[in-house]
């Protein structure tokens, strides 16, 4: 059956495809008559197979040899800093194994740590320098910086490295990274000034130096209009300028000014992923866009918040402030009347539905009412000044208790600037802000004086009652007070645990109770001290030196409240000044605050750990007394204090605490730093004759040795000099003495096989005959020179006036010329424009004081450069480039045309350039006064002579001017700082006196300043549209009692800038207070002194400079309140520091 069936197959298969014959193969047959043979042949196979498994598995697993490899990451983008430092790129040399990289040392032994100047080769090429660092680690470091997303290889000569280093790979690639922009910031600005001015300014950061071609002309700003929920992109596109930070990193876009309309719209910035690195090398990979929300006229002025909170005045005593804060500047005046203050019911009224809710808490002003409004009581308020006429902070004093609620309305219809109204009412409620509870001593300092009351008077607030500590430290333990606590002098806290001042006091406590009903009443007491000072005369240390210590007390459960205060409180007569001289001496000054002179006749005592004096000195007719260095006395007689006794009375100044240091460091005292352990150290300035030499030049440089504070040369000192050419080699070594002079010279010769490059100077003082201490350094440049073989020209065209050139039609003009006078034809002339502002100053009108009215001094200066489009140089060998300066902002600039012309090969080339001061003005307005204006004393005669000139620099009349005089004048003002929060903030604030009418002749005006009132001031001249042309600001000094701002320093003002040996300087000082002070001529030491008392805020006072003072010095004003003056709340000690020269031409 089955066979039938295979058959049928068959058959169907042989139907369909045909029959199919196999012959067997050849080995088959051979196999079948050599059986034996085959068998051998096939067993021979079969091991040459094996053979091959097990020759591949061993080769497998044989020990590979190790390569060397470099390890590098591309280098990091390079901070954008005033100087560029572009990163380094790192190339570490090593095996990498699954333990991590393995530093391997590869670099040549005659090659380590020098500078590397063939065989390796970066491609692209950007300059710089290969060194190697040690012997496994090569480092790049450009000169200039990296460009954006470009792919570099480095290449490697055979021979680069060690011999015997199995290498690699001799090529490497890396790529930078990419060129990326971010906008930073996009914010609508109006101007607080102009009103009229509004604008959208972007800040836009790169990581790479951008095109600005590319950027400006891949910019698009326009606005999207809303319709329909849609945004409209068919709108007309801005215009917009931009301006640059110095390495073109960041951009700041201005729009054109925007007017605001009807409804809201969106502002697109958008920057196209064609922008450009400067380079070219990179581009955005994306745009890169944001919006910005141009509000409409009804919502443009607005309210934008209003918030209640404690702010310390003055006097550091908690004030309740409300503050509101609007979109536009709003006049103050007009504000005041548009807002309302209202505080609302404690209780929520009764209604038909539900009952009286007592003790409500307000939420919303929905829910204050006409019938809410109608119980509500107006809250009092007190405006405080504002910086600007047109301000968006404003500011009220109020008080109320707490918990209680203000209703705060904003009446529509209030205008702000450029005549924009609030379109409806401005309503909240702001919870009233709760005072602080608080412990508070009224006085400032540390002093009472011991011929006084002796009282001291203390604020409390919201405390039931508080435990007052006397603590007198017993006269014996003022050592252990200085040296066991830390901190301020007048709140000190003690360093150890287990030490306070119930071991060096005698503590009497008493407890005063008070209202506690009300935060807003402020309650006083005063403490009456003179009960517990000693009566024992014996004792050589302070006898009322109280750590005085305040606390809120419960009564009730006799425990104390979280509510403290501490001051320390000396009573005495005697304040104490001590100066420190650079020779390490003292000058310890002693005066009396009640009677405001020296003390004379007063022993002053340096007091030593132990609590023994150690030296003593009496007091001169100055109240002087000088002691010598200190610094040898240590251990147990390190100094401690300086204590000052008369009669039963002692005072006493810590010997060294940081808390009592003055800080000079506001006032101009420009110079270099040293400390007491310096003054005998020696420095060197090094300097060479011209800088740069040819291989084969000789190298001069000279020296100048000296001590600090120019004292004598300690000489016969041994000193070498050490000279290191550009490949880190030392070139010469040469070992001198120091002479008494401190000047020396030194010279060494190259030849003309020298490396180029940079040359380093050291020196050095010598001990154990070898160089140690560095004392200064210079380096000198050793280049080769080719000579020019062309000459090149440049000039502008129209040809400069004598004083300035319009920016229009303006034109640069380069001639190139081949060394021989014939022209340098078809030559490619590259160029670029500098403009930078320029301070106004002629030549012609050397005593004259030029403005620039197109300059903002509130706004950072523009500077613009910009790469010309290359020219080729015509028959002549000229060629002209079309500036177009009327496109730049304008301004006055310095314009700086420079120009590079190149050979024919394109590769050697000679510059030029040639500078013009440009602006657009017609004519300027300069001054001359005939005094200094600085300090004009009060009723005396002053002038100033006004000129106009043209950019011929030829005088000319000008009519339809104003001049306008302004006084300055300190106030307090509220400001908002960073953190939300407020502060009392002393500014000048601008009130015009008068505004009058000028004309200037051909010659010039003679305008008289007015100089009745004491006080600062400022003369402006304003063009017809208000332009300010010119203007000046002079002081009127004399007595009188002037308003000052309550946290105003001291302010001196010299008579001068220069005077004579053996003259007297006249000083202007303006004081927070009355009272006395002293004036010293100082600089390494104290040369001169002057004791001075004042009964009004300005005086004019004098001191005499020493007939053998030269050089330089100081003014040093330390003034002390008067006792009976009633500033309590300033530091009763004020300073001041101005320099002067003395000049000996005679």
Known sequence: MKKNVLSSICSVFSALFGKVNWQSPPWINKAKESPKAFGAAISLLLLICLAGVYGAYWYKHLPKPEYITASFNPPDITPNEETLYPNYLILDFGYKNADGFLAQPVAPLSMVNKVVTEGVELSPNIPGEWHWNGDNQLVFAPSEDW???????????????????????????????????????????QDPVNAETRNAVATIQFNFPVNTESLEKHTRLMFESLKKGNLNLSAEPLTFTYTYDTHKRVAYLHSEIIKIKDVARYLLLNLNK?????????????DVSKNLLIPDSSNFLKVVNANASIVRNDKDRPEQVLSVETSLGVNEADFNKSVHFYLLPTDYPATAGEPVKPNYQWQNPGEVTDNILALATPLGKQAIATEHNYATLHSFKFSAQTPRYIYVKVDKGLQGQGDF??????????????????????????????????????????????????????????????????????????????????????????????????????????????????????????????????????????????????????????????????????????????????????????????????????????????????????????????????????????????????????????????????????????????????????????????????????????????????????????????????????????????????????????????????????????????????????????????????????????????????????????????????????????????????????????????????????????????????????????????????????????????????SPLPYFIGYKADGDLSFIKQNSERKVNFIAIDPQLSKEAVSDLRIQLISLRPVTTLVKKDDGTYQYQSIIQSSI??????????????????????????????????????????????????????????????????????????????????GSGLITIERDKVYATQWFKTETTNSVQKIHVPADFQGNGYINVAFIRDWESPELFISPLSYSVAPFTVNHDN
């Open 421 to 918: 109204k609030l379109n409806t009412d401005y309503t909240a409620v702001i919870p009233v802000p709760e005072l602080p509870k608080e412990i508070s001593f009224l006085h400032k300092g540390s002093l009472l004086a011991l011929s006084g009351e002796k009282k001291l008077s203390v604020l409390i607030r919201g405390l039931p009652a508080v435990k007052f500590n006397f603590a007198r430290v017993l006269p014996n333990n003022l050592n252990q007070l200085v040296t066991q606590t830390q901190g301020d002098f007048n709140n000190p806290y003690f360093i150890n645990p287990s030490f306070n001042q119930q071991n060096i006091s005698q503590i009497t406590s008493e407890v005063q109770q008070f209202d506690a009903s009300d935060l807003t009443k402020q309650q006083y007491t005063a403490l009456d001290l003179a009960k517990y000072l000693t009566t024992d005369t014996n004792t050589s240390g302070p006898q009322g030196l109280f750590l005085l210590e305040a606390t809120g007390w419960d009564v009730t459960n006799n425990a104390p409240l979280d509510v403290k205060a501490s001051r320390l409180i000396l009573i005495t007569d005697m304040g104490m000044l001590v100066k420190d001289n650079n020779d390490g001496s003292h000058d310890v000054f002693v005066q009396s605050i009640t009677q405001g002179t020296p003390i004379a006749g007063a022993n002053v005592t340096v007091l030593g750990k132990n609590g023994l004096p150690i030296l003593s000195r009496l007091t001169d007719d100055q109240g002087r007394a000088n002691f010598p260095t200190l610094k040898d006395f240590v251990e147990d007689r390190e100094p401690t204090a300086y204590i000052a006794a008369m009669n039963n009375d002692v005072s006493f100044i810590p010997y060294r605490n940081e808390n009592r240091n003055l800080n000079f460091s506001k006032f101009d005292i420009y110079g270099m730093y040293t400390n007491q352990q310096d003054a005998q150290s020696l420095s060197a300035y090094l300097f060479s004759d011209r800088g740069i030499y040819r291989p084969g030049d000789t190298v001069h440089i000279g020296m100048i040795i000296k001590q600090a504070f120019a004292q004598a040369q300690p000489a016969g000192l041994p000193l070498q000099a050490s000279v290191i050419d550009s490949r880190g080699v030392t070139v010469k070594d040469e070992k001198f003495t120091l002479d008494s002079t401190g000047y020396m010279d030194l010279d060494f010769t190259t030849t003309s096989t020298s490396p180029t490059g940079q040359y380093m100077v050291n020196l050095y003082l010598v001990k154990d005959n070898a160089p140690q201490n560095f004392l200064g350094s210079t380096t000198v440049r050793v280049s080769e020179f080719l000579p020019d073989r062309m000459r090149i020209s440049t000039s502008l065209e129209p040809k400069p006036a004598d004083g300035w050139s319009a920016p229009t039609g303006l034109k640069a003009q380069v001639g190139l010329w081949n060394l021989y006078g014939a022209p340098a034809t078809n030559r490619r002339i590259s160029a670029r424009i500098l403009l930078t502002p320029q301070q106004i100053e002629f030549s012609d009108y050397p005593d004259y004081v030029f403005a620039d009215p197109l300059n903002d001094p509130k706004k950072p200066a523009k500077v613009f450069t910009e790469t010309l489009t290359d020219v080729k140089t015509n028959d002549k060998g000229e060629a002209v480039f079309e500036l177009n300066l009327d496109r730049f902002e304008k301004a006055t600039y310095q314009l700086t045309f420079f120009a590079e012309g190149f050979e024919a090969e394109g590769g050697r080339s000679v510059t030029s350039q040639t500078k013009a001061l440009i």
């Open 993 to 1074: 006196v008068s505004t009058t009418p000028l004309s200037l002749s051909e010659n010039g005006v003679d305008y008289t300043l007015p100089s009745k009132e004491i006080g600062d001031y400022s003369l402006v001249v304003l063009g017809k549209d208000d332009t300010v042309l010119s203007q000046l600001k002079f002081s009127i000094v004399g007595a009188s009692q002037s308003p000052l701002a309550k946290n105003a320093e001291l302010s001196i003002k010299l008579n001068k800038e220069e005077y004579l040996a053996d003259e007297d300087i006249e000083i202007q000082i303006t004081a927070p207070y009355t």
């Open 147 to 189: 460009p954006a997303d470009q792919e570099f290889t480095i290449k490697f000569a055979k021979d680069f490295f060690a011999a015997n280093k199995p290498m690699e790979s001799y090529e490497y690639r890396f790529s930078t990274k990419p060129f990326q922009a971010t906008i930073t910031e996009f914010k609508f600005y």
């Open 274 to 286: 064609d922008v450009t690195s400067s380079t070219g090398s990179g581009h955005l990979k994306e």
